[in-house]
């Protein structure tokens, strides 16, 4: 396969981009911000810093795996993100190694997070109208938001070049005549 260096370049840029930043977030609200101690702060109408130590993975799921658990999902997430970075570096189209870069920024956000305290430092919590989401964190924002852009990338570009049935057909019995 034929390796893009712009696309490669493009993803590690964005997945350093969202290591730093969630990395650098999480420190300042663990150590400046000292929100351990605080428990939790309203920033605004709507947003709160409410400290949670995340053992689970995606909204709660496996939270009493212990110890091997972590590792389990570590594991797990570093395979994932061999697999984006591949994709990564085959992919011509530039849109997809940015948003696959963000996933994979994210994603090592939170593995370190999972091997340096034994879970997931999440503190950004939205709510209104008596409606609250789950606590999260910069990594998952990204992750969520480049999923998303993927699955509306995949959409548009499906209405945009829609499955060529009649065409494949008319190869498929033009192979098979000979």
Not at 19 to 29: A, E, G, H, M, R
Not at 133 to 159: H, K, P, Q, T
Request: aromatic share 12%; hydrophobic share 50%.
């Amino acid at each position: 396969m034929r390796l893009h260096y712009r696309s490669l370049a493009l993803g590690l840029f964005c997945a350093a981009i969202v290591f730093l930043v969630d990395q650098l977030s999480k420190y300042w609200i663990l150590f400046d911000f000292q929100l351990p101690e605080k428990g939790s702060v309203a920033i605004c109408p709507g947003l709160n810093f409410t400290m949670v130590w995340n053992h689970a993975i995606t909204f709660g799921m496996f939270g009493g795996a212990g110890a091997a658990g972590r590792i389990i999902f570590s594991v797990i997430s570093l395979a994932i993100v061999a697999g984006l970075l591949t994709w990564i570096a085959r992919t011509p189209r530039l849109l997809i190694a940015g948003l696959a870069g963000a996933i994979t920024g994210g994603a090592v956000g939170n593995v370190l997070d999972r091997l340096r305290y034994g879970a997931v430092v999440d503190f950004i919590h939205a709510h209104a109208f008596g409606w609250s989401w789950y606590v999260f964190n910069i990594a998952d924002a990204a992750i969520v938001c480049s999923v998303a852009g993927l699955i509306l990338d995949s959409l548009y570009r499906e209405r945009q070049h829609p499955p060529r049935q009649d065409a494949d057909r008319a190869v498929e019995r033009s192979a098979g005549d000979k």
